[in-house]
């Protein structure tokens, strides 16, 4: 089991940037591929993006290619998610969650194979 904490969310102005961290407790973080997921107010829970648990494979949304990179440090528990260029449609509550895979450290999740969620942080961009 892992525990999941979100961090770094807050008010930034159209074409700021912020760094979103998920830290996660316990010895075996690595066994866990990790997403990130925004929802916004009245809107369906979004996939936003996402990594294996070695870091090679990546996975996100159209909307945010180019803008946003997420990396991990395994000795420190750590993914993140830089988000640059940011725009008011990127406004949502921002959740990271987690998925073992035991069998395969490339594979990346899909949007409803994740288990362990996190509270989340709020991101808001005004224009």
């Known amino acids: 089991q892992v525990q999941l904490v979100e961090s770094g969310g807050g008010l930034v102005q159209a074409g700021g940037s912020l760094r979103l961290s998920c830290a996660a407790s316990?010895?075996?973080?690595?066994?866990?591929?990790v997403g990130w997921f925004r929802q916004a107010p009245g809107k369906e829970r979004e996939y936003v993006a996402a990594?294996?648990?070695?870091?090679?494979?990546?996975y996100y949304v159209d909307s945010v290619k180019g803008r946003f990179t997420i990396s991990r440090h395994n000795a420190k528990n750590t993914v993140y998610l830089q988000m640059n260029s940011l725009n008011p449609e990127d406004t949502a509550v921002y959740y990271c969650?987690?998925?073992?895979?035991?069998?395969?450290?490339?594979?990346?999740?899909?949007?409803?194979?994740?288990?362990?969620w996190g509270q989340g942080t709020q991101v808001t961009v005004s224009s």
């Open positions: 969650a987690a998925a073992q895979r035991l069998d395969s450290t490339t594979y990346v999740p899909t949007h409803n194979e994740y288990i362990y």
């Open positions: 316990g010895r075996t973080f690595g066994w866990y591929a």
């Open positions: 990594i294996s648990r070695s870091g090679g494979t990546t």
